[in-house]
C-alpha cells in the first residue's frame, strides 16, 4: 500500500480517536515499510558536487558518465594506472549531485583518492553521513533515490534515503553470492581489496561495470588491451559444497594444478576465481576438482552465459 494512504488515514485517526488507532496505523506503516526496505550496513554514500562534477568523473571511473541519470544508475569502478580496481560503487544522480554507494569501510580512502584528482575541478567530495543504502525485491516507493540494481536484475531495486530504523539484509551477500556477483572491499565477507584484481578477472564487463566505447579513463589502455586481445585467462565463478564453504583464499584444486581460490562465501556456496585453461583441461580429464578434501562442483553464472 502506497505511504501516502497510510499517513492520510493516521491523520483521518486522530480526529476521531488520538490514541489506539492512531498507534495502529503507525505500526502498519512502520511495518509496510520495513518489509520493503532492508538496510546494507556496511555500505557508505559519497556525495560529489559542483559544475565540473560529471566531466571529472567522466575522465576517471570505467563507466560512461554520460549515462547517468536520476532514472539510471551505473556500477562503476575506480582502477590503478596499470589497470587492476581499486574501488567499486554504484553511481546515481538526485539534485545536481553524484551520490557513490560505496564500501563503507573503503569511502574515506575512496574520498582521499578523488580528491587528489581534483585539481582545479570545480567540486566538493564528502561522506554524506545522513543517507544510508538499501535494497528491495519489488520496487519500492520512497521519497529517495530507488534504481533498478545496474549489475543485474536479479539483484533487485538500490535506494539512497536518508538513515532511519530498520532491518539490515542479512541475505543480500548470499543471493549475491548464489547469482555470481563479486563486489569489492576490504572486509573479510568481501571478494577483493584495492589493488588485486582486473575488472575481467571479476566478470565486471558482463556486468556493466565498463564502457569500452567512451573514451580515456584512469586505466583504460590496460583494461581495453586486455578487453581486446579476446583471451580472457581468469573469470570468476559459483562454487558449490555439500557443506559449509572453506574460508576465502583457499586454494582450489585437480590433481597437482592449482585451479584458483575461493572468495567470498555464504553457506554452502562461495565464488570462485579461477584459471579458465586449467579449468577446462580439468573438465576433460575427468578430474576432480576439490578445496580443502572437500568436492566442490563449478559452474559458470547465467549472465556470463549470456555474454
Not at 24 to 43: C, P
Not at 98 to 116: E, H, S, Y
Request: some cysteine; overall charge neutral.
Amino acid at each position: 500500500m502506497d505511504h501516502v494512504v497510510f499517513y492520510a488515514a493516521a491523520a483521518c485517526a486522530v480526529q476521531f480517536d488520538s490514541g489506539a488507532h492512531l498507534q495502529f496505523f503507525k505500526r502498519r506503516l512502520h511495518a509496510s515499510v520495513m518489509s520493503i526496505f532492508k538496510y546494507l550496513a556496511d555500505r557508505a554514500v559519497v556525495r560529489i558536487t559542483g559544475v565540473d562534477r560529471r566531466p571529472f568523473l567522466q575522465g576517471l571511473v570505467t563507466q560512461d558518465i554520460d549515462q547517468a541519470s536520476e532514472d539510471n544508475a551505473l556500477f562503476s569502478a575506480l582502477l590503478t594506472p596499470q589497470g587492476k580496481i581499486l574501488f567499486d560503487f554504484i553511481i546515481a544522480e538526485r539534485d545536481d549531485a553524484f551520490l557513490i554507494d560505496c564500501d563503507k569501510d573503503a569511502a574515506p580512502a575512496l574520498v582521499k583518492r578523488l580528491t587528489l584528482y581534483k585539481l582545479r575541478a570545480k567540486v566538493a567530495i564528502d561522506i554524506d553521513e545522513t543517507l544510508a543504502v538499501m535494497t528491495s525485491r519489488a520496487q519500492p516507493t520512497t521519497n529517495g533515490i530507488a534504481l533498478p540494481d545496474p549489475r543485474l536484475p536479479a539483484l533487485g531495486w538500490r535506494i539512497i534515503a536518508p538513515k532511519g530504523g530498520g532491518d539490515s539484509d542479512d541475505e543480500y551477500h548470499l543471493r549475491r553470492i548464489s547469482l555470481g556477483i563479486p563486489e569489492f572491499g576490504p572486509g573479510p565477507d568481501k571478494d577483493f581489496g584495492a589493488n588485486d584484481i582486473f575488472p575481467l578477472d571479476v566478470n565486471y564487463d558482463a556486468l556493466n561495470g565498463v564502457s569500452y566505447s567512451k573514451g580515456c579513463f584512469v586505466g583504460q589502455e590496460v583494461a581495453s588491451r586486455m578487453k581486446r586481445k579476446g583471451e580472457i585467462r581468469k573469470r570468476t565463478v559459483i562454487g558449490e559444497f555439500d557443506g559449509p564453504a572453506p574460508e576465502k583464499g583457499a586454494a582450489i584444486i585437480a590433481g597437482d594444478i592449482t585451479l584458483g581460490q575461493i572468495l567470498s562465501t555464504a553457506d554452502t556456496t562461495a565464488l570462485a576465481l579461477i584459471r579458465l585453461d586449467r579449468w577446462g583441461k580439468a573438465k576433460a580429464a575427468g578430474a576432480n576438482i576439490e578445496c580443502e578434501g572437500l568436492s566442490l562442483r563449478l559452474r559458470v553464472p547465467d549472465y556470463l552465459k549470456q555474454d
